[in-house]
C-alpha cells in the first residue's frame, strides 16, 4: 500500500505563499503521474495541478500563473508552490499518485493539508 503524506499547509494572508510537500512511501513514484487536488467546504474535489512522469505540467485556469507543480523523483516527493494566495484557495489539498498514463486514473491519495487564506 502507498503512502502518500502530504505538509506544508496553514494559515496565510491574501498575496502570501505556501509550499506544499508530498512525499510518497514507494520507489515507483518516478513511473507515475501525480496531482494536487483541492476540497472547499460544500464543493467537488478539484484537480488543481499535475505532473507527468516526464515532468509535463499542467493546470486548473483559475491557478495558472499563481502555483507551480514539480516534482523530485529521487525523493519521492512532488511539491505545489502557490503565490499571490486568494481567500478562494482556501481548502483542504490532497495529493494523488496515480497508477495508470494520467492522473485521472486510480490511485492513491494522502490524508490532506488545509491552506487558509484570510483576506
Known amino acids: 500500500q502507498v503512502q502518500l503524506v502530504e505538509s506544508g499547509g496553514g494559515l496565510v494572508q491574501a498575496g502570501g505563499s505556501l509550499r506544499l510537500s508530498c512525499a510518497a512511501s514507494?520507489?515507483?513514484?518516478?513511473?507515475?503521474?501525480m496531482g494536487w487536488y483541492r476540497q472547499a467546504p460544500g464543493k467537488q474535489r478539484e484537480l488543481v495541478a499535475a505532473?507527468?512522469?516526464?515532468?509535463?505540467?499542467n493546470y486548473a485556469d483559475s491557478v495558472k500563473g499563481r502555483f507551480t507543480i514539480s516534482r523530485d523523483n529521487p525523493k519521492n516527493t512532488v511539491y505545489l508552490q502557490m503565490n499571490s494566495l486568494k481567500p478562494e484557495d482556501t481548502a483542504v489539498y490532497y495529493c494523488?499518485?496515480?497508477?495508470?498514463?494520467?492522473?485521472?486514473?486510480?490511485?492513491?491519495w494522502g490524508q490532506g493539508t488545509q491552506v487558509t487564506v484570510s483576506s
Open positions: 494523488k499518485l496515480a497508477y495508470g498514463n494520467s492522473v485521472s486514473a486510480s490511485g492513491s
Open positions: 514507494t520507489s515507483i513514484f518516478g513511473a507515475n503521474p
Open positions: 505532473i507527468t512522469s516526464g515532468g509535463t505540467t
